[in-house]
C-alpha cells in the first residue's frame, strides 16, 4: 500500500505540472486545464492528509478534509464555467484563445 | 485483503486485452494503406472542400453543457446530507437540517428559473 | 437578531432583483439600482441597531464569528457595495455602450445584481475563522468579480482584463488550496484555533508548516494586491468599468485584510513560526512600498495611477502586521494595528470612492480616462473638482483628512515597532514611498487646476445627477471631518 510521502509527491508532482503549463503555454484553454490540475493536486493531498491523519496508518476521525474537497471540486466546477464564459465571449471579439496577443494595455 | 481486488484486476486484464488484441486484429488483418492529402480530405462530390474541417458548434451546446456542469456539481452536497440526516434525526435537529437544505435547493431554483426565463434552455435560437 | 440573518437578508434582495431582472417586462432597469442601494441601506441598518450587544463575540457552529471586527468590516463591505451601486447607476449610460447591440438595456440588470452577491461574500469573510469558510467565501467573492470585471462584452479591453483576472485569480485560488491543503496536514485542523492551539504545542516540524504559511500568503496577497503578486492589478483596473474598479479596490483589499489579518495571527504569536512569518511580512511590505509607489510616478491614466496607489495603499497597511507580534503588543502606545488597519480601510473607503465618483462621472462624458482629461475641471464643475482635490489629498496623507490619522497611526506602530526590533528599513521604505506619493497626486492637482482646457469641445456642461450630489457631498463631509475629529471612527473600534 503506498505510503503518505508517496501520495505528497505525486501531489507536489502535479501542482509543479500544472504551475508550469500555466507559465509556459499560451492557449487559455490550456492554461485553463493546467489551472484543473493544480486543483486537484490540492484535492489529491487533502485526501491522503485525511487518510492518514488518524495516525499509524490510520483516517482521521473527522470529516473536514473530505468536506474541503467537495468544496474545492465545486469551486473549480464554478470557475470553469465562467472561464469558459469568458474564453468565448473573448473569442467571439478576437477570434483568438492566445493570451501572448491579449497586450492592449501596458504602462 | 488484496484478494478482495482480484476481480478488479480481472476486469482490468480483460479491458486492457480487449482493446490491445482488437487494435493488433485490425493493424494485421487490415490492407495497410498510404494515406496522401487528397485521399484524407473530405469527399465532397468531387469538389476540393472549403474551410476549416473542423466543425465549430453552436454555442447553444456550450451553454446546455455548463449548466450541466453547475447543476450536476451540486448533487456532491446532497448526498452526504442524505446520509447524516438519520443521525440529525436522531438528535431531533431534523428540522434545522431540513430547512437548510431547502435553502440550498432554494438558491439552485432561483437559478435555474433565471436560466430559463433568458432562454439559455431554449433550443430555438 | 442574530448577526448571520445579515447575509441571507442580503441573498434575499440579491435574488429578488435577479428575479425582478428576469421576469419584469419594464425595459429600464434603473429601478432595480435603486432597489439594491435601499436594501442595502436598510441592511445597514440593521446591522447597526439590530445586532444584539449579547451576542457580541459569539461564535456559530464553530464557523460563523461574530466579533466587533466582524461587524465592522460587514459595514465596510455593505457601505462599499452601495456606493458602488450608486456608481455603476451614473456609469449605466457609458455602460449601454459596451453590453448588447439588440436591445440597449439589456443586460444591466445583472451588472445590479452580482455587486450584491459579492458582497454577502465580502461579509461571510469578515466572519470566517475557519479555513474552510475563508475559502468558500473568498471564492464566491472572486468569481463573482470574475464576471463583473468581465461585463462589457463589447469592450475588448474589458474581455482582456477579464482574462488576466481569471488566470491569475485561478492561480492564486490553487496556491490558497495547497496551502490549506497542507496547514490540514500538518496540524490536523481547519478552524483557526484549533491550528493555534496545535503551532503552540510543539509537536510540529518547522518546515511543513512554514512551507505552507508561504502558499496561503500567496494567495492571500494576491487579493490585497501585494507586490510581487500585484501584476493583475493594473490591467484589471485599467481595463475594466470605472464601478468595478472602485469595489475591486475597496471591497477586494478590506475583506482581503480582515482574512489576512486573522490568519497570520496565530502564525505570529507562534514561537515556532514567528521569526520566518516576520520575515516574509517585511520582505513584502518593503516591496509592495517600493514598487507601489515609484512605479505609480510615471503613469498617465488615471485608472491605472489609482491601481499603483492601490498597491501602494495596501503596502502602507501590511506595515502595521510584523508588530501584531505578540512581544510587542503589550509595549505599544496609542491604537493597536488591527484598530490602525481597521480605520485606516475605512478612511481609504470614504476617499477612494470619492476621487472614483468623481472620476466615472468626467469620464461617462468625456471618454477619457488620462489625467489631462481632467484639464480645467476646477473651472468647468467647482464641486467635482473640490471633492477630487480632497480625495487625492487624503489618498496621498495631507492633514485635515482622514487620509493623513490613517497614516500617522500606521507610521506610530511602524516606527515603535523599529525602536522595537531595529527594522527601521521598513519605516525608510515607507517614507520614501509617501514623499513620492505626494509628487504623483499632485500631478492630477495640477491639471484639475492649472491647465485650462484646451477646446471648446471640452467645456460640455458636466451633469450630476441628485443622487450623486448628495453622495458626493457626504463623502466629502466625512472625508474631512474624520480627518478632523478620528475618534468618529475610533469610537466604533
Redesign the interface.
Known sequence: MPTLNEYLLMGGLLFVIGLCGVMIRSNIIVILMSLEMMLSAANLTLVAFWRFGGGEGLPADSYNAQVMVFFVITVAAAEVAVGLAIIVALFRSRQTVDVEELRSMKG | MLDQYLPVLMQLSVATGFAVSTLLISVLLGKSAKSNAIKDSAYECGMLPIGDDKPRFSVKFYVIAMLFVIFDIEVVFMYPWAVTFKNFLANGQAAMVFWSMSGFVGILLVAYLYALKKGALSWKS | MPAYYLEILI?LLG?TM??IE??SSNRSRSGIAVLGISGLFVVLLFLIIAVPSSEVPYDYWGIYHVDKWALFYKAIAILTTLLVLVLAKDFSSAFKKYTSQSNEFSGIGEYYCLPIFVCAGLMWMASAKD??TI??SL?LVT?GF??LV?FM??N??S??????Y??LG??S???L??G???I??VT?H?DLSGIAEALNSGEIEKKPIIFAFALLMVGLGFKVAAVPFHIWV??VY??TSMPITAFLSVGSKAAGFIVLLRVIEPFLNSPLTSSSVILILSFLVCVTLFFGNLVAI????IK?LLAYSSIAHAGFLMMALPAMESGFHSKLIGPSPMESISFYLAGYLLMTMLCFLVITIVSSLTDGENIDDLRGLGARSPLLAFAMLVGVASLAGIPLTVGFFGKFLLFNIAIQYAVFSGSWYIVAFAVLGASAGFYYYFKIIRAMYCGGAEQDGDQLALTISTLSRVVIIVLLAGVILCGVFPKLILGFL
Request: hydrophobic fraction near 50%.
Open positions: 441573498l435574488f435577479l428575479g428576469a421576469f479555513l474552510i475559502f468558500v471564492e468569481i470574475y464576471v468581465s462584452r463589447r475588448v479591453g474581455l482582456e482584463a477579464g482574462v488576466k481569471l488566470v485561478a492561480l485560488t490553487g496556491f488550496v495547497y490549506i491543503a497542507w490540514f496536514g490536523g481547519f493594473p490591467d485599467q481595463g510615471k503613469q498617465t491614466n491605472r
